[in-house]
């Protein structure tokens, strides 16, 4: 139980920081937008440097002046949008035969026809075995493979991918464009953190394979990122105003966020220029499934829209997804409203989550098995008995 009135000094102290905080970002912020207005004039050069000397920090990558902005047009009619979201049941330790559960929904809306859209989710129960052995495949007999968060999070984020293709394929209907949404980013930051090159690098491949199934079938995708955190643009004007680390944080840009610059920057639907990511995750990419990415100024916030650079290079797409992401928004009340309603068919809630165990052990017993077996903690927590 929180104590709210304990607690409620460390809450004034916060409010007392965030002052001095606000005022910080200030100084920085016009550091930064007197770099960024400095350097568009000259940004070849500084594309050429970035080249040349390779920054440790992660940074922009310019195909256009960055300064450059462009208004939204209107959105095609007929056309079909479609977007996934995921949730899952992670394994529990509490539980045997351990086993967790992936849930994609599949959304398709379709604008400027009579059909009715598609709202479906598709539930995957999995066993340890089935999957591990897979992805062991080539570890040799006798490797041994932990079914960790980040393993099931990777596995729902390319079953998100996977039936997003299918929707979109199956969803396709002649000279109509269709366009396919996902939430969040295209670029598999998580999957270089497991500690495991080769897993690293299989779960990667398979991504990729799912894009260029895209590819293949020419169907634009793309992902929308909410309040992005990025910081690869202010790392470029960091490097454009040769900083260092030995730079006082008082005379540097460190510590704001790209989306700040743009606030200053966009007018309300427009968008900004196309940047490329320079994640060094992008090398397993290829040229042309290379994430680029603009930043688009909505009503209530500005998004980040990450594409392929095979996406973003065919003519008149660019305009299209910025298009279908701002109507999206204004439909949604300041969120595109495909992801909301992706997320909702796809989120499994607390009560859900306990009914699963509940049906579960039923089954199991219904089957002749002992049911699962729980600790004594995790009953406890179940049933607590003050």
């Not at 293949?216 to 309040?227: A, K």
């Not at 392929?308 to 928004?329: K, S, T």
């Given at each position: 139980m929180l104590d709210f009135h304990r607690l409620h000094p460390q809450l004034s102290d916060f409010g007392a920081y965030r002052v001095d905080e606000d005022a910080r970002r200030e100084v920085k912020l016009r550091l930064a937008l007197e770099a960024f207005r400095d350097c568009a004039p000259r940004w070849e050069g500084l594309r050429d440097r970035v080249t040349q000397e390779r920054p440790k920090t992660l940074v922009a990558g310019l195909r256009e002046r960055p300064d450059n902005r462009a208004v939204c047009g209107e959105r095609p009619t007929p056309i079909t949008v479609v977007a996934t979201d995921g949730s899952q049941i992670y394994p529990d330790r509490h539980v045997e035969p351990a086993c967790y559960l992936l849930n994609v929904s599949r959304i398709a809306f379709h604008y400027g026809t009579e059909e009715p859209p598609l709202m479906t989710a598709e539930p995957d129960l999995r066993f340890r075995r089935r999957d591990l052995d897979e992805l062991n495949a080539d570890e040799g007999e006798g490797a041994l493979l932990n079914l960790t968060t980040e393993v099931v999070s990777a596995?729902?984020?390319?079953?998100?991918l996977h039936w997003l293709f299918e929707t979109a394929f199956e969803e396709r209907k002649s000279a109509r464009p269709v366009l396919a949404m996902a939430d969040g980013t295209l670029i598999r930051w998580m999957l270089r953190g497991m500690n495991h090159r080769a897993l690293e690098d299989k779960l990667i491949a398979r991504y990729l394979a799912i894009l260029e199934r895209f590819?293949?079938?020419?169907?634009?995708?793309?992902?929308?990122?909410?309040?992005p955190a990025n910081t690869e643009l202010v790392n470029l004007?960091?490097?454009?105003?040769?900083?260092?680390?030995?730079?006082?944080?008082?005379?540097?840009?460190?510590?704001?966020?790209?989306?700040?610059?743009?606030?200053?920057?966009?007018?309300?639907?427009?968008?900004?220029?196309?940047f490329e990511s320079g994640s060094k995750i992008q090398k397993d990419y290829g040229p042309h499934h290379r994430i680029c990415y603009f930043y688009v100024r909505l009503p209530e916030e500005i998004g980040r829209v990450e594409l392929?650079?095979?996406?973003?290079?065919?003519?008149?797409?660019?305009?299209?997804?910025?298009?279908?992401?701002?109507?999206?928004?204004?439909k949604g009340g300041g969120y595109p409203v495909i992801l909301t309603e992706a997320h909702e068919r796809a989120v499994i809630r607390h009560q859900e989550k306990a009914m699963f165990y509940r049906i579960l052990e039923r089954e199991m017993q219904r089957a002749g098995l002992r049911g699962y077996a729980g600790s004594q903690k995790a009953a406890s927590k179940r049933a607590p008995r003050i």
């Open positions: 596995l729902r984020d390319e079953q998100e590819y293949d079938e020419g169907i634009p995708v793309c992902s929308y990122v909410s309040m004007l960091g490097l454009h105003r040769r900083e260092t680390d030995e730079t006082p944080d008082e005379e540097s840009v460190r510590g704001i966020v790209d989306r700040l610059v743009f606030e200053h920057t966009l007018d309300v639907g427009e968008r900004s220029a196309l392929p650079a095979w996406v973003a290079e065919q003519p008149g797409w660019l305009d299209m997804i910025h298009a279908v992401v701002v109507d999206q928004a204004a």
